[in-house]
């Protein structure tokens, strides 16, 4: 805990509240963790925010928080006063009075934010899960090397630290990622072809960004969460699993080594993850949420994965084991096929497509260090262009 400014608990206990920032302050999970936070002023006070490019709802949030650091990546407008490019990312990621850094920023985008902000000590409370499918044993070098540590918000992997409790790895058999199975889980081929922008992001049970709602009816979004995993807990591959389950309630489940599984469940709302990763280890009261009704939420199904349908979890999982610069090729083209697919300018079928022809001709790129990483991207991204 910081030493920072003082707040008053309910009970009249005095106690130090803790420096958030917030790195993508306008997105979905930014605003959603806006609204967490309004409930927990006695604990929490933000401390920066940073967004890409609407200056206006920045403006807005800078006037109800009071921010000690504002940025603006992109983008013309706003205060004289924010700082303007990408460092304003890295800034607001090492910010003296930020203890826990929220990097809910989209995409690769958020790299070196949470890099900065594992090397200077702070709590990384992560929704940008591009980063770790990127450079997850970068981050964990930054982590070890800076006392940093990574608090998931997503939810099927704030679910797996739940569920884990104080176990460690060597009492897991196998971690079990749940997936809505998006838009499309029912769809068969000659439908998917003819899919929509408007069909893909048409969610069933969740409401966030465009991206990574485009990412759920692919299933990259799965692939991604499964190499997340992967690094967050120390889980080789072939020891964690996806099934479908359509209600989004089982969030995850951990089996153990003697059979038992342990799953959380819960209300599909962003608001119960965020929190979590703010307050990890603790719980804190919060009535924000509508209660959980197990009769409302019946029946729970699980389906197995319609792999030959979303051939893009089948290529970001073979990425993920290949390893070296991989995952990071498989998430730069996955980011390239989906601006292009947002813009009009490529077919839903074609973003799978295009992903597994970046594989084949970079998947064997180094790793490595950041530049090597980084390199692999933009080579990805300029191949899925030049092949739209
Ligand atoms: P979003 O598009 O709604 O918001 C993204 C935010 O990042 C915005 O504030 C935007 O201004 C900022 N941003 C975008 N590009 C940027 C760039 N190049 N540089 C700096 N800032 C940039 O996205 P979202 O749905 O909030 O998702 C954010 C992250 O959280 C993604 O990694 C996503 O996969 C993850 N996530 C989201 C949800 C969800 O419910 N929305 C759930 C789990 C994980
Ligand atoms: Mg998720």
Request: net charge negative; aromatic share 6%; charged share 20%.
């Amino acid at each position: 805990m910081s030493d920072g400014a003082r707040g008053a608990t309910a009970d009249g206990v005095s106690q130090a509240s803790q420096g958030v920032a917030i790195l993508g302050s306008t997105g979905s999970i930014g605003t959603t963790a806006l609204r967490v936070l309004a409930r927990q002023r006695d604990r929490f006070r933000v401390v920066a925010l940073t967004a890409h490019a609407n200056a206006a709802q920045l403006a807005e949030q800078e006037d109800a928080w009071h921010p000690a650091f504002v940025g603006l990546v992109a983008g013309d407008g706003g205060r004289a006063s924010w700082e303007r490019g990408t460092d304003a990312l890295v800034g607001a990621a090492t910010h003296e009075e930020a203890d826990i850094v929220l990097n809910a920023v989209v995409g690769a985008a958020g790299l070196d934010a949470t890099l900065a902000a594992l090397e200077a000590g702070k709590r990384v409370a992560l929704a940008n899960k591009e980063t770790l499918v990127v450079a997850g044993e970068l981050a964990a070098a930054a982590a070890a090397r800076g006392g940093g540590e990574i608090v998931p918000v997503d939810s099927e992997h704030s679910a797996i630290l739940q569920c884990l409790g104080e176990h460690d790895r060597a009492d897991v058999r196998r971690l079990i990622i749940t997936a809505s199975g998006g838009p499309f889980r029912l769809w068969d081929d000659a439908r998917l072809r003819a899919a929509t922008l408007a069909d893909a992001l048409n969610h069933p049970t969740w409401s966030m960004g465009r991206k990574i709602t485009v990412d759920s009816a692919t299933l990259a979004n799965k692939a991604l969460e499964v190499i997340e995993a992967h690094f967050l807990f120390g889980i080789p591959y072939d020891r964690i699993d996806v099934v479908v389950h359509p209600q989004s309630v089982v969030h995850s489940m951990v089996e153990f080594v003697d059979g038992s599984v342990v799953a959380q469940m819960g209300v599909p709302s962003m608001e119960l993850p965020i929190l979590y990763a703010l307050t990890w280890p603790e719980r804190v009261r919060d009535d924000g949420v509508p209660r959980f009704d197990p009769v409302a939420a019946s029946p729970l199904t699980f389906e197995p994965v319609r792999h030959d349908a979303f051939p893009a979890l089948g290529h970001g999982l073979a990425a993920g084991r290949a390893g070296g610069a991989a995952p990071a090729v498989f998430n730069a083209a996955n980011e390239q096929a989906v601006a292009l697919f947002l813009e009009g300018r490529m077919t839903f079928a074609d973003i799978a497509t295009r992903i597994g022809e970046a594989l084949d001709a970079l998947g064997g790129l180094p790793g490595g260090d950041r530049n090597a990483l980084l390199a692999a991207d933009a080579a990805a991204r300029a191949f899925v262009r030049e092949h739209a």
